[in-house]
C-alpha cells in the first residue's frame, strides 16, 4: 500500500466535512459556496469525486495466490513403509546422561525424522556396558511429535535406574508411531 492509498481517503473525509460545513453556514465571500443551494452542490461534488478518486486509489481485492503443495520429494521413503516400521526412520544423535538426585539416570540428546510423516512418541531404549558386560537397559518414551525432515531435542528425559556400574552405552530408538 503506498501513501496515495492511505493520504486519498483521509483528504477526501476533510474536504466532505469542510463542504458540509459550508452547506449549514455559507461564506457570501467565496461566491463558490455564497448560498446554501451552492454550498450543497458544492459539497455533493466534493463527496462523489472523493469517493471516485478513493477508489480507484485502492489496493486490488485480488485474492493472494493459492498455495501450491509441493510433490512429495524422491529421497524420501514411501510412506507405506515409514507406516509400517516408524521406528526405522527416526535417527538419534548423540545420548547424554547425567545420574538425577534420585539415583535415576536423565538422558538427553535428538531425534532426526528422516521420514516425510510426522512420527510421534520415540522410545529410546539405552544398554548401559561396563566393558563388555550390560549393566542393565533403560529406556523412555518421548511424548512429543518429530515433524517431518524435523529433529526433537528431548533433555532430563528420566530413563529409569540402573543397578550396575557403567562407564558407556548403546542407543536406540525401538518404537515410535506414525502421528495422524
Known amino acids: ?3 496515495l492509498t492511505y493520504a486519498v481517503p483521509l483528504l477526501w473525509l476533510i474536504a466532505s466535512a469542510g463542504a458540509f460545513f459550508l ?3 455559507p461564506q457570501p465571500r467565496w461566491p463558490l459556496v455564497g448560498t446554501p443551494a451552492r454550498a450543497l452542490v458544492a459539497f455533493i461534488v466534493v463527496f462523489l ?3 471516485a478518486l478513493t477508489a480507484v486509489t485502492r489496493p486490488d481485492d485480488t485474492p493472494a495466490p493459492k498455495l501450491l503443495i509441493p510433490a ?3 529421497n524420501l521413503p514411501e510412506p507405506a513403509l ?3 516400521h516408524p521406528e526405522t526412520y527416526l535417527t ?3 545420548v547424554t546422561f547425567i545420574h538425577g538426585k534420585t539415583g535415576s539416570l536423565l538422558a538427553t540428546g535428538r531425534a532426526n525424522n528422516i521420514s516425510g510423516l510426522p512420527l510421534r512418541d520415540p522410545t529410546v531404549s539405552c544398554r ?3 566393558g563388555d558386560v550390560s549393566a542393565g537397559t533403560v529406556q523412555a518414551v518421548i511424548r512429543a511429535t518429530v515433524v517431518p525432515g524435523g529433529s526433537l531435542i528431548f533433555a532430563a528425559v528420566d530413563m529409569g535406574r540402573v543397578d550396575g556400574p557403567w562407564d558407556r552405552w ?3 530408538i525401538t518404537k515410535a508411531q506414525v502421528a495422524g
Request: some cysteine; aromatic content about 4%; hydrophobic content about 45%.
Open 1 to 3: 500500500m503506498t501513501l
Open 23 to 25: 452547506v449549514f453556514k
Open 49 to 51: 469525486a472523493g469517493g
Open 72 to 74: 512429495r520429494p524422491t
Open 82 to 84: 515409514v507406516r509400517a
Open 92 to 94: 538419534l544423535g548423540k
Open 128 to 130: 548401559m556396558l561396563s
Open 170 to 172: 548403546d542407543c536406540a
